[in-house]
């Protein structure tokens, strides 16, 4: 029987709470944890971080470490700053509290929320669950409208700018040409309009080591990780080149919000 479990400490933070709530900086809830658990003698602390994840939904790699390291026997405690670093889904968040903590013999605080599952004085956790959820959905909505207005006005609202472009230096919500990538776009129409196969310029542009767009993103900005395209970084896939054929960017026009969520727990 393990007599020294691990307590502990979950941090997390999304990139929306980051815009509205400074005070809750992953590094401000570590140095606000560490020094709760040893003001309290909590010994054997142990980091969880969620960097930039909402609390609409529970699918986080911290939190899910977390969870896989309470199924092997190995914490006794988890402690977060308030009810909302651990979740924004009320029910969700209660089912944690009230179920699955208990189920696997693991005490629960919230400190700034006065939550203890060892003491009998939980009554508003469950209102408070709520009020976070209403929280997180007020931001999300501000957001879609925001994203929605910069749209409207014609502005890029993408993560990342379409291939053959880059974000102005100036002005990040305007487009500006990439010169190389540009090139490579302006060949495929060109070779597409001479009557040339999708499959016959993926080889044209494999033969002539062009990185695929993905490849590209990899190489600016570490975006889309994969062995696949470390391996293999100017094979071109047909389907690629049909979408820069597609693409109605390549006409001036600015296409925002063709994918959007039912709902903000439908988020990653």
Known sequence: MKTNKITALYCRISREDEMTDVSSSIETQKAYLKRYANQNKYDNTKFYIDDGHTGANFERPGFI??????????????????????????????????????????RYIAVNDQVDTDKNDNDFAPF???????????????????????ALNGDFTGLFPPYGYDRDPKDKHRLVLNQSQSAIVEKIFQLYVQGTSLYKISRILKQQKVLTPRADQFRLYGAYD???????????????????????????????????????????
Request: proline content about 2%; charged content about 30%.
């Open 65 to 106: 470490s977390l969870k896989e390291d309470i199924e092997n026997d190995q914490i006794g405690i988890v402690i977060t700053k308030d009810l909302s670093r651990l979740g924004r889904d009320y029910l969700t968040t209660g089912y944690y509290i009230e179920h699955y903590f208990p189920l696997h013999d693991v």
């Open 128 to 150: 408070r669950n709520i009020m976070n959820e209403w929280y997180a959905r007020d931001i999300g909505n501000k957001i879609r409208s925001a994203y929605k207005t910069k």
């Open 226 to 268: 994969s062995e696949n395209i470390k391996k293999y970084p100017y094979d071109w896939a047909s389907q690629s080149i049909l979408h820069i054929l597609r693409n109605e960017e390549y006409t001036g026009k600015i296409i925002c919000n063709k994918h959007q969520t039912s709902s903000l727990k439908a988020r990653n």
